[in-house]
């Protein structure tokens, strides 16, 4: 009887423990999925953000900044008039100027590294791999891009072309 009264009594306590292990566990399921959903949304956040600053990069790129029109006054004295036609027409040829003294420049340089080059003796075939390596290419290619690029969309986009 006392065996019965002692295992009644241990019975009661079973369900309580049992429902304290089910709590146990389905906190500590539910501090997973909260430590999982934080990090798929900081994930998520970082990913929206390098997509908003890809798609700046791009728009940034793509859209080339508007170029004024020039306006021409008459000021009465054809000498003046003269001058100020001949700058519009500069005004307008900057990029290209600066692209040609660039690579005047480039040139030039290129020439020196030649002479310089053969007269310490080296093979033209060593001197034209010096000359002609990737690195130069792409780099001129780049500035030459970059420069008449730009014109070029605008005017792409203005139907000009």
Do not use: C
Not at 8 to 26: A, T, Y
Not at 65 to 79: A, F, I, L, S
Not at 138 to 161: D, E, M, P, Q, V
């Amino acid at each position: 009887m006392i065996d019965g009264a002692i295992a009644g009594l241990v019975g009661s306590f079973i369900p309580k423990l049992i429902g304290i292990f089910e709590n146990s566990l389905n906190n500590k399921y539910e501090i997973k999925m909260m430590e999982f959903q934080l990090q798929n949304s900081e994930r998520i956040e970082r990913m929206q953000l390098e997509e908003t600053k890809s798609l700046a990069m791009i728009a940034s790129n793509v859209e080339p900044h508007p170029v004024p029109e020039p306006e021409y006054h008459d000021t009465g004295n054809k000498t003046l008039n003269v001058l100020e036609v001949l700058l519009m027409l500069y005004n307008g040829t900057v990029r290209p100027t600066v692209t040609y003294a660039f690579v005047g420049l480039y040139l030039v340089l290129q020439y020196f590294v030649v002479i310089s080059s053969v007269h310490s003796g080296m093979s033209w075939g060593v001197v034209a791999k010096t000359v002609l390596d990737g690195l130069n290419g792409n780099f001129i290619a780049a500035i030459i891009a970059y420069w008449f690029g730009h014109r070029s969309l605008y005017h792409l986009k203005r139907g000009n072309i």
